[in-house]
């Protein structure tokens, strides 16, 4: 019997709850999931610090040089603090766009082609992106105090642990949240762009208000969403590891959205 079948079968779904039939299976799925996103957490943070560290420099000889009326003077990013020639390439130069933009292509490359992957090859693109998004955002230490970094994350880490515990947990449908979570999604993405082009900061405190409740809700509803699906879908062999490394990814993604939206709200800045 396919696992679609006995894990309908094993569904109480007067009571909502997953019976002790598939309730091993179901911890063994989601801590599976839970195990590829902090694995891309970590592989994340380890190329933003690494970069970080290659990107700056202390010895103004060796800094990436800048014209600055006509003459050479070293890229400074603060009191004795400057760039080094990758840092410049990476963070000042057109560069900088394809470091942007490169995390976002590689999203929709693994979200659309999923299915035509092996899952060793969908793993691997999935350690990329994550590879890819470190490098992307290691600028936030520049920008931000390294403390203040490391007490945002702990808080994003309790934030996120607390509402996708209940998210598995509870017994409330809510799968009715996601078409105004996508609206929302929708309006933090064109609040960002338009802050982009004419900063105001304002907006980006309304835009990082609303994008830490949308990404909250997110956290909530796609754990309860990657749980029903292995309730009721049929999750065997390569369809169950795709699945896993897609869960990974939303939950990757609701993550890094809502550390970054924290950053921005309570993160305190360089001098």
Do not use: C
């Not at 996120?160 to 998210?167: I, P, R, T």
């Not at 956290?219 to 390569?238: F, H, I, S, W």
């Not at 699945?243 to 800045?269: D, E, P, V, W």
Request: proline letters at 3%.
């Amino acid at each position: 019997m396919s696992d679609f079948n006995r894990n309908a079968a094993a569904y109480d779904r007067t009571a909502g709850r997953v019976t002790p039939a598939i309730d091993q299976g179901l911890r063994s799925y989601m801590l599976h999931i839970y195990n590829y996103m902090a694995l891309g957490l970590a592989i994340t943070g380890l190329a933003a610090l690494g970069i970080y560290m290659l990107s700056i420099t202390g010895d103004a000889a060796s800094a990436a040089k800048v014209l600055r009326n006509g003459a050479e003077v070293p890229a400074a990013i603060r009191s004795g603090m400057f760039l080094t020639p990758l840092g410049y390439a990476l963070f000042l130069s057109p560069l900088k766009w394809v470091v942007m933009l490169s995390p976002l292509a590689l999203v929709f490359v693994i979200s659309f082609g999923v299915e035509r992957f092996r899952p060793a090859t969908a793993q691997l693109l999935f350690w990329a992106f994550a590879a890819l998004m470190g490098i992307s955002l290691s600028s936030i230490f520049m920008v931000f105090t390294h403390t203040s970094i490391t007490r945002v994350f702990f808080i994003t880490a309790a934030t996120f642990g607390a509402l996708s515990l209940w998210g598995y947990t509870t017994q409330r449908d809510i799968s009715g949240w996601g078409s105004f979570l996508f609206m929302g999604l929708i309006g933090v993405i064109l609040g960002a762009l338009v802050n982009l082009i004419w900063p105001n900061g304002m907006l980006q405190f309304v835009v990082s208000i609303v994008g830490v409740l949308v990404f909250a809700g997110l956290t909530a509803y796609d754990t309860q969403r990657l749980k029903n699906e292995y309730v009721y879908g049929q999750m065997e062999g390569d369809t169950r590891e795709r699945s896993a490394i897609m869960g990974a990814l939303s939950l990757y993604l609701n993550f890094i959205n809502l550390f970054t939206l924290l950053l921005q709200l309570l993160g305190q800045r360089e001098e």
